[in-house]
């Protein structure tokens, strides 16, 4: 594998696992807002893999870190760079209990092989936690429409993507419509434990684990979309820099290290980043900074 594509992957396993480690915090929220007897033991083990997988984020974090910091295009950098893709990661795992710090280094590879098994860990022990219990669901899906909307909207105002409302591709509105009428008939039988408001068969359930997917990769996919098309401009403004003379400008460079900063997977902010990159185009252009 050539450093550019060692680069890639890494980069691409970073995104991942920031990704995954909102999606999971996300999914702990919704299952554990206030857990009670066995459900307390649950949320505290879903919680304790939310943070050692947050240690593995952080590991990749510093790895991009030093990787941003390489000067590319001298023969030391590249050899830095060489060395930094070749090396493992040191994953700090730590604990809210006050235990000793542990250090492990791990690949890249084994940081993302170590990633999924907390998130499949974590959504089985969400999945237990909300078997039969449709309402959980239906929230869950609830909110990943929310953020779903919360994100298209903010690409519409930055004028990104392709402005089309990507809820309305989900056809969700019947399926919650049909957990409403649901809830409402069966909450009596639910509430006792005798059986899902669903009558039982986990048919409807099985309907809105679908939809949270389906609504949960179109969030993916419009956030994978803002972040190329923001990183396509900043990248353009960087090549019109050069070209005017002003790329070493000490007030432009730092510009462009706002904006690179603003586009890491684990800080990404549509509405954010599109501001770091406008303000470095407006540096570019002869602006104040």
Not at 36 to 41: E, V
Not at 139 to 155: E, I, K
Not at 239 to 249: I, L, N, P, S, T
Request: glycine letters at 8%; aromatic letters at 2%; charged letters at 30%.
């Amino acid at each position: 594998m050539s450093h550019r594509e060692r680069l890639d992957a890494t980069l691409a396993a970073h995104a991942w696992v920031c990704e995954s480690l909102l999606e999971v915090q996300q999914l702990v929220t919704d299952a554990f807002r206030q857990p009670t007897g066995p459900a307390a033991a649950s949320a505290r083990e879903a919680r304790d893999l939310l943070h050692r997988l947050g240690c593995l984020s952080l590991a990749l974090d510093r790895l991009v870190d030093d990787l941003d910091g390489v000067d590319r295009s001298t023969p030391a950098g590249a050899d830095a760079l060489a060395r930094l893709l070749a090396g493992p990661c040191r994953v700090r795992f730590t604990a809210a209990t006050g235990e000793p710090v542990r250090l492990e280094e791990m690949t890249v590879e084994q940081v993302v092989v170590a990633a999924r098994e907390h998130v499949a860990r974590i959504r089985r022990i969400v999945d237990a936690h909300g078997r039969d219990r449709l309402a959980v669901r239906a929230q869950r899906l609830r909110s990943s429409l929310d953020r779903l909307r919360r994100l298209a909207a903010d690409a519409a105002a930055e004028g990104l993507g392709d402005g089309a409302d990507p809820v309305a591709g989900l056809a969700v509105d019947g399926l919650l419509e049909q957990v409403a009428a649901a809830e409402a008939a069966g909450r009596g039988r639910w509430l006792r434990g005798d059986a899902g408001p669903d009558g039982g068969d986990g048919t409807l359930s099985e309907a809105v684990d679908r939809a949270v997917e389906l609504t949960d990769a179109a969030r993916r996919r419009l956030r994978r979309r803002c972040h190329l098309e923001l990183t396509g401009r900043l990248e353009a403004y960087r090549q019109k820099a050069a070209d005017v003379g002003r790329a070493e400008h000490p007030g432009v460079e730092e510009s462009y290290r706002d904006a690179r900063a603003a586009l890491r997977p684990d800080v990404f902010d549509v509405t954010g980043a599109s501001r770091a990159v406008r303000a470095y185009q407006q540096a570019v252009n002869g602006g104040t900074r």
